[in-house]
């Protein structure tokens, strides 16, 4: 049977040289390679959705693939796919690299310049790992479905637009529904979600933020574990020790997460820092909430505008949630899409705060009634996003295809002037 090699190299130049050696190896069989970090998770997640039989035996990452760094990467690549084997081809071929690698979830190290018996060698080697391990778990059953949980971010246009009670809401629902969730305050200076449900806590993030090695032990002791038993990683009683929260620590700390559980909601406020990137980038679904005003609608603008420059993730892979909708506002969700060029939620969250007030004052968003319309469309944007069991893939998630529910919403609106120029 030939070995399926996945490059994942960003240089044109490494491309040709690193596809020409692998074409040359005995029963090899080089797939088309990737050019970025996202393109090659995506491709695996894809290829692990069918079975993980499609998957390849061996991921060959060059160190200067991006976005991602290299060694990150891997690490997320041996999370979520247990079973592909990644060799990693450096300049720097030292021990201490070496070491940081196999820590990293590696199996192997090529050094550069390439030679034909040294990766030839490796390659082997890490193909029969692989071909060990998916004998272990069994090829093609049901141990290992290979994608690992679903992660969504849930971000706000600005201050106050509603994206923790959204955050909270869909991670009470996906847990409603049967499906292990996971609930992370990536507001590191600001969360609020610990009062919104009214508990005290003793952990927070911050205490993942050194680990390298989250074991399902020390993530089990950091996190609470709430009476709807929707697991809490909280931010920091502290604002200020939220700057221990690195993006490479939030990468871990996100990965380690969706290792445990199949849904994990992240509350990523409304400023931008590192760590909040970082989960951003690796989510499936990135949601953007605004509410349809001027000043909310620009700053959704601005939002996913600095997101493309930073090329943390692109207007058509955001999906924005239009909060405190009513038909009678000016600024429609259809003019909303139009202005921002992302993707939009089919479903709308009313404007309804009265139905809110007492049981956020009382920091028991939890027991929200069932009755209120807010939570039943927020409990329906979860069912549309799939995070509800028996609503799996109800929206393409990320890259893998877009939100259709632009083209569904076939909304009137009266201003057709452009905000935000």
Known sequence: MPTRILPAVGDADAVRSLTTLLSQLPDAEPVAPVTDSTQLVDTLARLAAE????????????????????????????????????????????????????????????????????????????????????????????????????????????????????????????????????????????????????????????????????????LADAVFRHDTGVALLLAPGDGERGEEVTDRAARHIVSALRSRYEVVVIDCGAQLSGASAAAVEMADTALLVTTPDVVAVRGAKRTVRMWDRLQIRKAEETMIVVNRHTRGTEIQPALIQRITGTGIAATAIPANFKELQGAVDAGRVHELDAKSTVKQALWTLAGELGLVKGTEGAVPQRRNGRARGADRAALTFRRRKEIGR
Do not use: C
């Open 51 to 218: 079975s993980i039989d499609e998957l390849p035996e061996v991921v060959v990452v060059h160190e200067r693939i991006g976005p991602v760094p290299a060694l990150e990467l891997i690490r997320e690549v041996a999370l979520r796919f247990p079973a592909v084997g990644v060799i990693l081809v450096t300049s720097d071929a030292g021990p201490g690299l070496f070491q940081a690698a196999m820590d990293y979830g590696a199996r192997g190290l090529v050094a550069l310049p390439l030679s034909y018996e040294e990766l030839a060698s490796r390659v082997n080697a890490v193909a029969q790992w692989s071909m060990g391990v998916r004998r272990h778990l069994g090829a093609g059953g049901d141990v290992f479905s290979g994608v690992g949980g679903t992660v969504v971010t849930v971000s706000g246009a600005k201050g106050g637009v509603g994206a923790t009670l959204t955050a909270i809401q869909l991670a009470l629902a996906a847990q409603a529904s049967g499906r292990g969730a996971a609930l992370l305050d990536m507001d590191l200076q600001t969360g609020d979600i610990a009062s919104y449900l009214d508990i005290q806590f003793r952990r927070s993030i911050v205490d993942l933020a050194a680990i390298n090695d989250i074991t399902p032990r020390v």
